[in-house]
């Protein structure tokens, strides 16, 4: 059960590169936008998930295509596109509860009880997709060019991020628990750790992850600062539930820096005196 620093290492770079692959594949329609039509759905006109698969050509639904039933078709190339976002947008996450699972699994286990973790957290996420994308359809029936919704959520998504409920959540994203290490125990551990990673991240990242979807324009950009403060925030320590904004300052603090760059470290009392 021994994790080392460089194993860690390793499976961070490997997280970031499935991040990065994913994101990659979500750039890809903006230089070529896909012709789903004026009423396409905001969240596929980002996710290439499903190139050209919406041909939404139901009789008699021309002037309010959203109204007309989801082909089995349709509602797979919705469902792929939003796993596709979760893979961008929530891998970095997912680091250090893998490394958690890992780290508490021996090492023939480990491949499979990563993969059971992913699988649980990701059916979590997908069930949740369910709801949020009705959500969207449901707006883009109202008016899919309008920023009204967004602005409604924004504002809904800033106070939750400020909430003490948020600060639970995030509290509970930091917790993991202990894993069985044999047998259909260790198997079942695995899941259930993933089931509750998800309701929490789930709980705490609802809002933000609803905004872009609403967004008539630019979904990437406001994707990549969700996904950056999601990032920020669980950087923050487990801390009492107050109001209070959340990651912005972790942010600011990470762009300070990097501005300033690289500083001289300061030398020890002891040593400066002899210098």
Known sequence: MVYTPREYARLRNTVLTVSLMGWLILLKP????LAYGAAAPRVMSYCAAS???LAWSVPGAA??????????AQAQSLLGGWALML???????????????????????RTRATALFVAGY??????????????????????????????LVGLVALVWQASPAKQRYLNRCHRHRALAAF????????????????????????????????LPHGHVV???????????????????????????????????????????SALPATLAARV
């Not at 903006?30 to 936008?33: I, K, L, T, V, Y």
């Not at 680091?95 to 958690?100: A, F, K, L, N, R």
């Not at 979590?124 to 920023?147: C, I, K, P, T």
């Open 222 to 264: 406001a994707m990549m600062g969700v996904s950056m403060l999601m990032v920020c925030e669980r950087l923050d320590p487990p801390r009492t539930p107050a109001w209070q904004l959340r990651g912005f300052g972790t942010a600011f603090r990470y762009a300070r820096l990097r501005l300033r760059g690289p500083q001289p």
């Open 63 to 72: 002037a309010t295509p959203w109204l007309a039933p989801l082909s089995v």
């Open 87 to 109: 893979v961008a947008m929530m891998a970095p996450l997912l680091i250090q509860p893998i490394y958690h699972v890992r780290a508490t699994s021996f090492a023939r286990r």
């Open 183 to 214: 047998g259909a125990a260790a198997d079942r551990d695995a899941l259930l750790m993933g089931l509750e990673h998800s309701r929490w991240c789930i709980g705490s990242c609802w809002a933000a992850m609803l905004l872009p979807m609403l």
């Open 30 to 33: 903006a230089f070529a936008p």
């Open 51 to 53: 190139p050209g698969a």
């Open 122 to 151: 990701g059916a979590g996420w997908m069930v949740a997709g369910v709801g949020l994308l009705a959500l969207e359809l449901l707006v883009s029936v109202w008016d899919a060019q309008s920023y009204l919704p967004a602005a």
